[in-house]
């Protein structure tokens, strides 16, 4: 969630309330010091109205989840549920540093203060990445794809140059040039699986399966050996690692020199051929920065979890049996 | 034909990447999702798995331990029972009571107590008071480590050590004690700067002086001898090298002091050797030998004077009888023997103990030992030499922690103390000079101070290894469970009530003006042996026979005094430093260690 001035109140409560519970915080320990001779912990009662405040605010953010689950709740805009999260998540930072006295204790408590350090850290990167990710993003990918529809848009990109080299070069079954192992490729599961639901789906299915077979125009042949060769395996949904054609530069020049070896009949279908290919590399782009932005979830969301589930656990053992 | 994806139009690029997209897309499964969820369920269950099944191992509870128990309880670390009270269910704080059944802590005061619920009415000077009486637990944490379970925060202590009143009316030294390093008062014993009262006489100038040290041929060679005497020769550490051993005569002094010095010959005994002892022990020695002495020249006074007056052996080759011979005149001595050896024995005695004048009195013992007196028998009262050991015994010190110090670093006094009456115990600022936040040294209350009276530690176990092993089971309550019996408080209290007295009474006495009337008391009594006293004798030979003790000192009562009375004290002096004002004979600061300048 990008940080405008939408957050400023939010920003400023969070501070105001850190202040606040910082000097609550001194004040405590100075009277604990002067008149009791003891050192902070959880178990004064200022420790546990500091540790049952973190406890609320933990079990607050962890129902985000649950809030983007079900999303027909009228209760708040999600906007406003990913502000608190955000804020409120970081107040609890004073709140547990203050009920363990600054101690991060040992065994069960060791390891809930590993496991809240760990969440806060992973959020406060992924909210650093989610404001400078996205800039990055829209920058260099204007032809960006929803990211659960990258694959299916591959297999769109590959139907549509298959379609265009069939077009002017003939059947890609026909002749020698093609190597047997890549046109027998199968289609991708998620492929079939679109062009079987008709009717809600959208796209087009792969038009290696439908494209239909033309008079291969003369001198198109280097043409169709490249496709086979180097432009179908590159627009294939897998790694990009060791193709030809993943780097922009090589991809320019080669086409270059296809180009030279092919009449100029041919020349405006290389032209969408090689942003087809631009294509490609984008959202191969878009694949990584997205793993970037959304990836630090797998650490922040589970872990969270699991740190409300051992909070609660040292809630109730410490408050029935200590 | 373009592509509509690379149309320029933006709108229709748009229109084909948005035609690409299955707008339904959410509906179906990815992986993502798919494995956001599965971790989402897979950790917290994974955590409440791993909380039940190491809670039913044997020492499960130890994962919701605040902090982990030190490692002098670790043998029954996992058995929190054995610390805690645990009522309903839950467990609570830590019982007194718990604590003393394995340790033996010696009550702080006599006016606080274990067993009280931290608050107990006591009878204080006729009032009843409530005394607070710290827990255990209050100053010794446990769950962290051991050094903290040991460590007793400076807190505690100023809880009641902070602003105390005192007991004899006068106004605290110090308003209220923070700390050491600011608040704290300057020892008693210099603040009221009361002498050293042993009845004794010490020249440190002296003997750290290479100038003016003197050291016997047998001891230091004539190579070696311009040396100063060294601390550790004298002072020799004890066992646990915190304190020193007393200064003992044979040890430390006689290889220089050697008692054969002070040995007189007179005739015809000669030279009686005595050891050092008590003035009864010297006197029994020197009779002994006199007596030794007229059995071996024939028994009798007579002979003994016969003997002395025989002629000399003759030169066995000498001839000439023409020469002729010395005859010498017999004395006659009528004494007994009993006179004879009461004489001799008195003029052998009256020299040590009784000089007639201040040069002989460096060949006497009252080169070392101021005399309280003459006891019926005739010789001196000296009484047995109680230098103190350790100052203040409020609280602890441990040189051997101090080994890297040259010791006038500290005791600056010593180069210049004349007198055994000079405290030579550092300041409070000499130590504050290392032990304070800017010196890094420890400067908390118990570097110094204990709570618990040590005196009264009893070094006697309670538990047995199988106890200590599996914990109490059926077995009956320990008996140390139960508090001590009253009768071993209450003779406690007593104990710590008439130390306390002593001290006050102390306290409100002037030491100088008991010295001074000491002093008076005993030229007074000299006077009035003296005065007992029969006239000499006119005739030499005749020596009256007397059975009178011994006579008293016929010096000057004036300069019998020590060399302490008849210097000069002048005015008071202030040190330019600390302004603390001194007697005018004080030469040094002893709180800073500043010479004052020679008037």
Redesign the interface.
């Known amino acids: 969630m990008l940080i405008d001035r939408t957050h400023k109140k939010w920003a400023v409560f969070t501070v105001a309330a850190t202040v606040l519970s910082i000097a609550l915080y001194v004040w405590h320990v100075v009277a604990l010091k002067q008149y009791a001779q003891k050192d902070p912990s959880g178990s004064t009662w200022f420790g546990l109205a500091y540790g049952f405040l973190a406890l609320g605010l933990i079990s607050f953010c962890c129902l985000l989840g649950l809030r983007k689950k079900v999303r027909i709740w009228r209760i708040g805009r999600a906007q406003t549920w990913m502000r608190a999260h955000i804020w409120l998540g970081l107040l609890t930072v004073p709140l547990v540093l203050g009920h363990g006295g600054l101690n991060f204790g040992n065994n069960l408590t060791l390891a809930i203060m590993l496991l809240f350090a760990t969440v806060i850290l992973s959020g406060v990167l992924g909210l650093l990445l989610q404001n400078l990710v996205p800039t990055v993003m829209m920058e260099r990918l204007p032809a960006e794809a929803t990211f659960e529809q990258i694959h299916h848009v591959f297999e769109l990109l590959r139907g549509e140059a298959d379609e265009m080299i069939t077009a002017s070069c003939g059947s890609l079954e026909e002749g020698g040039a093609a190597p047997a192992a890549i046109l027998a490729a199968p289609a991708p599961k998620r492929a079939t699986v679109l062009v079987k639901k008709e009717g809600g789906l959208q796209g087009k299915a792969p038009a290696a399966n439908r494209a239909k077979s033309a008079t291969p125009l003369e001198g198109s042949e280097p043409l169709k050996v490249f496709y086979v060769k180097d432009v179908r395996p590159f627009l294939a949904s897998g790694s990009l690692r060791g193709q030809r054609l993943t780097s922009a530069q090589n991809s320019s020049v080669i086409f270059e020199h296809t180009r030279s070896l092919t009449p100029p009949a041919l020349h405006e279908t290389l032209k969408d051929l090689e942003s087809i290919c631009e294509e490609r590399r984008q959202l191969a782009l878009q694949l990584k920065l997205h793993g970037l932005l959304h990836g630090w979830l797998f650490v922040h969301a589970p872990l969270s979890y699991l740190l409300l589930v051992l909070v609660l656990v040292h809630a109730i053992v410490s408050t029935l049996r200590y | ?3 509509k ?2 149309s320029d139009n933006p709108v229709e690029r748009q229109k084909a ?1 948005a ?8 509906l ?1 499964p ?1 992986p ?1 999702r798919t ?2 969820r599965r ?2 369920w ?3 269950l ?3 798995a791993a ?1 039940a099944a190491y809670s039913f191992q044997q020492r499960g509870q ?7 128990v030190s490692s002098r309880h670790a043998i029954f670390g996992h058995r929190c029972e054995e610390c805690h009270e645990q009522t309903q ?3 609570g704080a830590v019982n007194d009571a718990k604590c003393l059944a394995c340790h033996d802590a010696p009550i702080h005061d006599a006016h606080t107590a274990h067993f009280s619920g931290n608050i107990q009415e006591q009878l204080i000077d006729g009032k009843v008071v409530k005394v607070n009486t ?1 827990s255990c637990s ?2 010794h ?1 446990e ?1 962290k480590d051991h050094r903290t379970l040991r460590k007793v ?1 400076d ?2 202590c100023i ?1 009641c050590h902070g602003d105390l009143k005192r007991s004899d009316g006068r106004p605290p030294e110090t308003q209220r004690i923070i700390n050491f390093e600011k608040q704290h008062a300057e020892w008693a014993v210099l603040r009221e700067n009361k002498p050293d009262t042993t009845p004794f006489k010490f020249n440190h100038a002296v003997h750290v002086d290479p100038a003016r040290v003197t050291w016997p041929p047998d001891v230091v060679s004539a190579a070696k001898s311009n040396v100063a005497v060294l601390c550790v020769q004298c002072h020799e550490p004890d066992q646990a090298r915190a304190y020193f051993k007393p200064i003992a005569f044979d040890k430390h002094c006689a290889s220089c002091h050697g008692m054969e010095k002070f040995a007189t010959a007179i005739e015809p005994v000669g030279k009686v050797k005595f050891s050092h002892g008590t003035p009864e022990l010297v006197a029994s020695e020197i009779r002994s030998a006199v007596t030794s002495f007229l059995i071996e020249h024939g028994g009798s006074p007579a002979r003994v004077a016969a003997a002395a007056a025989a002629p000399p052996p003759g030169d066995e080759n000498d001839l000439d009888d023409s020469k002729p011979k010395p005859v010498k005149a017999v004395p006659v001595d009528t004494r007994t023997s009993e006179q004879w050896v009461h004489d001799n024995y008195s003029q052998i005695l009256q020299p040590l103990f009784f000089p007639d004048s201040l040069e002989k009195t460096k060949k006497s013992c009252l080169k070392c030992h101021i005399p309280e007196g003459v006891d019926p028998t005739g010789l001196i009262k000296i009484s047995k030499q109680k230098i103190p050991t350790v100052w203040l015994d409020k609280s602890t010190f441990n040189h051997n922690a101090h080994r890297a110090l040259d010791c006038i670093s500290c005791h600056t006094q010593v180069p210049n103390s004349q007198f055994t009456s000079d405290v030579l115990l550092p300041g409070v600022a000499n130590c504050q000079t290392c032990h304070s936040q800017l010196g890094g040294a420890r400067s908390d209350c118990s570097e110094c101070h204990l709570y618990h009276d040590r005196k009264l530690l009893i070094f006697h176990g309670k538990r047995s290894i199988q106890e200590l092993e599996q914990g109490m089971g059926n077995q009956p309550p320990l008996t140390a469970l139960k508090p001590p019996p009253e009768s071993v408080v209450e003779a406690a209290r007593k104990k710590i009530n008439a130390e306390d007295d002593t001290r006050r009474e102390l306290l409100k006495s002037d030491w100088m003006k008991w010295a001074t009337d000491r002093k008076t008391q005993l030229t007074t009594r000299a006077e009035q042996e003296r005065a007992r006293l029969p006239a000499p004798s006119a005739d030499p030979k005749v020596i009256p026979a007397t059975t009178a003790p011994l006579a008293p000192p016929v010096v000057p009562s004036d300069k019998v005094e020590t060399a302490r009375q008849k210097s000069p004290a002048g005015p008071p002096v202030t040190c330019p430093n600390c302004k603390k004002v001194w007697p005018g004979d004080v030469k040094f600061c002893g709180r800073c260690g500043i010479k004052f300048p020679a008037n």
């Open positions: 034909m373009a592509r994806a690379t990447y035609e690409r997209v299955d707008h339904q897309y959410y179906q990815h993502w494995w956001m971790l989402s897979f950790f917290p994974f955590g409440i909380v130890q994962i919701y331990l605040p902090g982990a269910g839950k467990w710290p209050s100053c944490g769950h925060t807190a505690a809880q």
